[in-house]
C-alpha cells in the first residue's frame, strides 16, 4: 500500500528543540536496562534518566548540568539500603569484592573494620575506585556478588 503524497511528517518539537531525540535515547536505556543516558552536543545536553519499574523522566537544557530533584519512590519495607550501616556506591560500574579472582576478599562477613578500611572496589570507565570503611564497625551484610554491576547509590555492604 502507497503512502499518501503531502507534508512529511513534522517530529514533535519544544522550543525549537526536536523531541524525537528524547524519545530515541529513552529507547535506548529501557532497550539496554540502562537509568540513565546523557548526550552533549553544540553546548545542548540531554540527559534521560529512569528508575526501575518507572516511565522514563528527561531533562533538557542549555549550559552548565543542574542536579535534578530525586524521584521519591513508594514506601516499602525497610531493607538493608535504609540501614544507618549501609555503605552505598557512589558512582554506576561493576563491583569487585578481591583485587584479583585468585586472592582472598577485602573483608568477609563477620570481619571487623576500621574507619578507612577498604572494602571493595568498583571499576567504572577502566577506573578502579576504592570503596572504604565510612566508620568502625563489624561487617554483617554483603549485599552484592563480586562482578555484579551496580548503580549510584545501591547499598553494598552493611557495617554495623
Known sequence: MKKPLGKPAVAAQADGFDLSVVAGL?????????SEVEVEREGLRIRVARERQTVAAAQVFAGPPVAAAPVAPPPAVAGPSEHPG?????????AYLRPSPDIKPFVEIGDSVKSGDKLLLVEAMKTFNE???PKAGKVTQILIEDGAPVEYGQALMVIE
Open 26 to 34: 529513552a529507547e535506548i536505556a529501557a532497550a539496554n536496562d540502562l
Open 86 to 94: 549501609a555503605v552505598k556506591s557512589p558512582m554506576v560500574g561493576t
Open 131 to 133: 570503596i572504604v570503611a
